[in-house]
């Protein structure tokens, strides 16, 4: 590669993430869940007779969690190559007590990494989500 074109800047096709999707059993439980537990609104939903979608958004957020639930039967399993789904939450122990009282569990923490606060957690239907209470900027 030639010096200029390492110097050239990326074009404007760049991609931005913009939804992510988990697969559920049961599409209007699980937003219930994100609801209850996070504050996440469903701005939209889809059903069909293959599936059914809710999207979930964070008020004034741009990042939307979609929840698929397949209606033909098929089984849902769930692999190991992925990390969890990471959300930054303002008050990580008021969340950590709606978790459980809304069928979720708290796998670990909350512990301190740094000036955050992490604690992991399961959905009732078995995501792994990690949530982080960011420091004040000046514990950083």
Known sequence: MAEADAAAPVEAAAGR??????????????????ADVLGLDCADRIDTPRFRERMMVSPGGSFTLVLIQWTDGRAITQGTA?????FTVDDLDAVAARIEAAGGRIASGPFSLGA??????????????????????GDR
Do not use: C, N, Q, S
Request: net charge neutral; glycine share 8%.
């Open 17 to 34: 993430l913009a939804f992510f999707k988990l697969i559920v059993p049961d599409a209007d439980e699980a937003a219930r869940f994100y």
């Open 82 to 86: 992925h990390g969890p789904v990471g």
């Open 116 to 137: 955050a606060r992490i604690l992991f957690m399961t959905t009732p239907h078995g995501h792994k989500i990690e949530l982080i209470e960011r420091g004040a900027a």
